[in-house]
C-alpha cells in the first residue's frame, strides 16, 4: 500500500501563489509516473501536470506557463507550483503515483481562489 499525503492548499487571491507537496510512503525514484489532478465542483477529476521517472513533464493546458511540477527523489515529494492562480483553479488537488503495485491517490488538498 502507497500513502500519499498533501499539503500546501489554502485560501489565496487571483493573482497569488500556492505550492503544493506530496509526500510519498515509498522511494519514488523508480515510480512511473506521478502526477497532480484537480477536481471542482460538479466536474470531473482533470490532470493537471503529471512528471514521469525520467523528467518528462506534462501540463494541462489550463496551467501551462503557471505552474510547474517538480519531484525530490531524495524527499520522495512531488511539488506543484501555482503561480497566477486563476478563480478557475478553485478545486480539490489530488496527488497521484502509478506504480508497478497499482495506482494510488491521495485524500486531495482544497485550493480556493478568490477574485
Known amino acids: 500500500q502507497v500513502q500519499l499525503v498533501e499539503s500546501g492548499g489554502g485560501l489565496v487571491q487571483a493573482g497569488g501563489s500556492l505550492r503544493l507537496s506530496c509526500a510519498a510512503s515509498?522511494?519514488?525514484?523508480?515510480?512511473?509516473?506521478m502526477g497532480w489532478y484537480r477536481q471542482a465542483p460538479g466536474k470531473q477529476r482533470e490532470l493537471v501536470a503529471r512528471?514521469?521517472?525520467?523528467?518528462?513533464?506534462i501540463y494541462a493546458d489550463s496551467g501551462k506557463g503557471r505552474f510547474t511540477i517538480s519531484r525530490d527523489n531524495a524527499k520522495n515529494t512531488v511539488y506543484l507550483q501555482m503561480n497566477s492562480l486563476k478563480p478557475e483553479d478553485t478545486a480539490v488537488y489530488y496527488c497521484?503515483?502509478?506504480?508497478?503495485?497499482?495506482?494510488?491517490w491521495g485524500q486531495g488538498t482544497q485550493v480556493t481562489v478568490s477574485s
Open positions: 497521484n503515483a502509478d506504480t508497478l503495485m497499482g495506482e494510488f
Open positions: 515509498i522511494n519514488i525514484f523508480s515510480v512511473n509516473r
Open positions: 512528471i514521469t521517472s525520467g523528467g518528462l513533464r
